[in-house]
């Protein structure tokens, strides 16, 4: 119990740390006291203040926000297949999320133009979020009829495929604008969230992840396989509705306002496993919220570097980045 | 039972939370169009590009970016002031001029500039290990302009760092969140539509548009009033001449063929050089795709090739050696748009030709019908070189 307290609490520090460290680094040169006033009153500078509180505020905010919820998006979905590679992507919401966005891209010039152009930089994020609700509503139809979960997962990786082939397919019809604007948002960005758009997605995220909580003992029956957790008294069925829509939301939230984050939702769960060395979702949960938050919060402040004027999409810098460090600490236990 | 209620109850309110909150935040939206409208005392006048269009009224002019996505209605209006910004009307974005610094994404517009004498006011550009201009390269080189990344991702801290007065992009039929974001931080955003229009002329014609920024309006109509004449005057040289001669544009892009559309400002440019281009008649204003197929079929006995990307034949031969059996490779009478480039992928083609259409024209003349242009030498577009592996 000590060595856990210990270990929450070097969590909860990096996670500040981190945090604090974003707020502080960026490509405009502002040093770390105008940084600290902006961030308490003024720094006597609109565009400074500008910088720290409405853009790095933000953009440091949603890293959090989209790793820890990622991240227990793909403990749910491990949980639920019981399966090692399962991942908050699986069941093809982030490809339903990218379907809308493609079509909204590619729909710009058309007739729709009136009815889109007034959404602003809404409009991305309402493509995104129908794409995922639709995939969601295939999913939870599929759930519906289905009692099998490994079933679910087919057909959901198999939903993902044609909602990317779709998006292939529009592709090779757009103009070489409308596909850079396309390829634009796969690259990922959490400097999408503006303050106006921060409720709306933290609302979701945050409802997601606290809802998580709640179902820890039901997570940890469905450990022991479906056949022993109904024998307990779960009904396998609800249990499994409730942990697609928490995932399905978290996850075309996150891909609505900042693109397809990749890699995350996949290894923190197993990380945060292997660090505490249980797999008790009481303690997996908040490791697992906390280690996605560190780790995304990284890759965003490693994103700002500039390499030749241009900045790394963050969907690269998590994988990038992120599987050393991963790998360095499985060879360093021998296992995951 | 009783259990599962709680969680299709949670379920529902998962849902009903979500709708809310999208309804909530897409509700809001811009009311203008308050008419509180005095007449403008006089035009600019604007003879090619659809555009755009400048008024002027007492104590400021009105620029507005008209929207080619939604029947020419206002994109954008600005009102521009010099001295007393009091009796600005409600509504549009207000700004003093002439305009002391601008970072400028999009490269269409540093010949623009230049011609205007005010190269000296970019501090920002994208993109900079693609440009052209020897000028802005210096500037670069001596940290006078920053390069701010990726056009269509740019930098926003090191943009907003730099404080400029505006910032000139083009705009899509997308607005994007890096354009709402620099107007939120007070930073105006001019939006660019110059490549939408579907003649040459109309789009030299925008340097009126970005003239105004600068308080050189009467400069503008001088320089555009020479490029119109010149022009003109090019294309009178192939009037009389028969139309005999076809030709192909673009090229393969992993698999698909890029062509521009009849409407597109290359058709206009294949029109005033007396060539014929199988989409003529089409009505599309951007590219059509097809594959090489298609190609063959339409294009396969055009006489000429204009916009290759190869260097030589034989890249062209080692690339595919389907092309050998297009009628302007067996003549040899392919061309490329790389006379005028940079190690690093600087190219003028895509930089001062848009402010020089007659240089454009007389390139595809000359290279077709060399006789009228003896003097001339190619500008922009530079013939494939030949070996012994065709």
Not at chain 1, 129 to 146: D, E, H, M, N, Q
Not at chain 2, 193 to 208: G, Q, V
Not at chain 2, 282 to 301: A, M, P, R, V, Y
Request: net charge positive.
């Amino acid at each position: 119990m000590k060595r856990n307290a210990i270990l929450f609490s070097i969590l909860v520090i990096l996670l500040l740390t981190a945090f604090f460290c974003d707020l502080f680094v960026g490509n405009a040169h502002i040093s770390i006291r105008e940084t600290w006033a902006a961030l308490w009153g003024s720094s006597g500078d609109t565009i400074t203040d500008e910088i720290v509180r409405n853009y790095r505020m933000p953009k440091a905010l949603t890293s959090i926000l989209a790793g820890a919820s990622l991240s227990v998006a793909g403990l749910l979905m491990q949980t639920l297949f019981r399966n090692p590679l399962a991942g908050p992507d699986v069941l093809g919401v982030s490809a339903g999320a990218g379907l809308g966005v493609a079509l909204l891209t590619m729909l710009n010039g058309s007739f729709l133009y009136p009815i889109i152009s007034t959404l602003g930089s809404m409009a991305q994020v309402i493509a995104a979020i129908a794409g995922a609700a639709l995939t969601l509503l295939l999913i939870l139809f599929v759930s519906s009829r289905i009692n099998d979960s490994i079933t679910i997962l087919v057909l959901g990786m198999i939903f993902g495929y044609v909602a990317s082939a779709a998006v292939t397919i529009l592709q090779s019809f757009a103009d070489p604008d409308s596909l850079k604007v396309f390829v634009t948002w796969t690259f990922g960005s959490t400097s999408n969230v503006t303050w106006n758009k921060m409720p709306i997605m933290a609302g979701i995220v945050i409802i997601g992840i606290l809802s998580s909580f709640f179902l820890q003992k039901n997570l940890n029956s469905l450990l022991l396989g479906e056949h022993y957790a109904s024998t307990v008294g779960l009904n396998i069925k609800s249990i499994r509705i409730v942990l697609i829509t928490i995932t399905a939301l978290v996850t075309g939230t996150i891909t609505a306002f900042a693109g397809p984050i990749a890699f995350v939702g996949v290894v923190i769960p197993h990380f945060a496993r292997a660090l505490f060395g249980t797999v008790n979702h009481r303690i997996v949960i908040p490791a697992t919220l906390l280690s996605g938050g560190i780790l995304m919060i990284i890759c965003d402040i490693i994103s700002q570097v500039p390499i030749s004027n241009r900045t790394l999409p963050i969907n690269a810098v998590t994988a990038l980045f992120g599987a050393p460090m991963i790998i360095w600490i499985v060879l360093k236990r021998k296992k995951l | 039972m009783k259990r599962l209620r709680i969680k299709n109850n949670a379920i529902t309110l998962f849902f009903g939370i979500f709708v809310f909150l999208i309804i909530g935040c897409t509700g809001k939206q811009k009311s203008s169009n308050s008419s509180s409208e005095s007449q403008p005392h006089s035009f600019t006048a604007i003879k090619y590009a659809k555009g755009f269009r400048i008024e002027h009224f007492d104590g400021y002019t009105r620029l507005t970016i008209l929207n080619p996505w939604n029947n020419w209605t206002p994109y954008q209006t600005y009102n521009l002031y010099k001295t007393n910004g009091d009796k600005l009307p409600s509504e549009g974005t207000n700004l003093k001029i002439p305009l002391e610094s601008i970072v400028v994404n999009t490269f269409a517009y540093f010949d623009f500039l230049e011609q205007l004498g005010q190269i000296d006011k970019i501090t920002g550009i994208t993109d900079g290990f693609r440009v052209y201009n020897p000028n802005i390269l210096r500037r670069i080189a001596k940290d006078s302009i920053a390069d701010l990344g990726d056009p269509f991702k740019m930098n926003l801290e090191k943009t907003l760092a730099l404080k400029p007065n505006a910032i000139l992009t083009s705009a899509y039929a997308q607005r994007d969140q890096y354009s709402e974001r620099l107007v939120q931080a007070g930073i105006p955003v001019i939006y660019n539509l110059e490549w939408m229009e579907n003649s040459p002329l109309a789009r030299a014609e925008w340097i009126k548009m970005i003239a105004v920024f600068f308080d050189k309006e009467a400069d503008a109509d001088r320089i555009f009033d020479q490029i119109e004449k010149r022009y003109l005057k090019v294309k009178e040289k192939v009037g009389g001449v028969e139309k005999k001669y076809s030709v192909m544009a673009g090229d393969n892009f992993q698999g698909t063929w890029y062509v521009p559309g009849g409407r597109s400002f290359n058709a206009c440019l294949f029109r005033d050089a007396n060539l014929n281009y199988y989409y003529e008649d089409d009505h599309n204003s951007g590219s059509i795709g097809l594959d090489i197929e298609t190609i063959l079929t339409q294009f396969g006995k055009a006489d000429y090739w204009f916009g290759c990307t190869a260097d030589s034949y034989e890249e062209l031969n080692e690339k595919d050696p389907k092309y050998k059996l297009l009628k302007s490779v067996k003549d040899k009478h392919v061309f490329n748009n790389k006379n005028r480039v940079t190690p690093s992928g600087g190219n003028d083609f895509f930089e001062s030709a848009i402010a020089n259409p007659d240089l454009i024209l007389s390139d595809f003349i000359k290279a077709v019908y060399p006789a009228l242009l003896p003097q001339y030498h190619f500008t922009y577009i530079k013939p494939l070189k030949t070996d012994n592996a065709l």
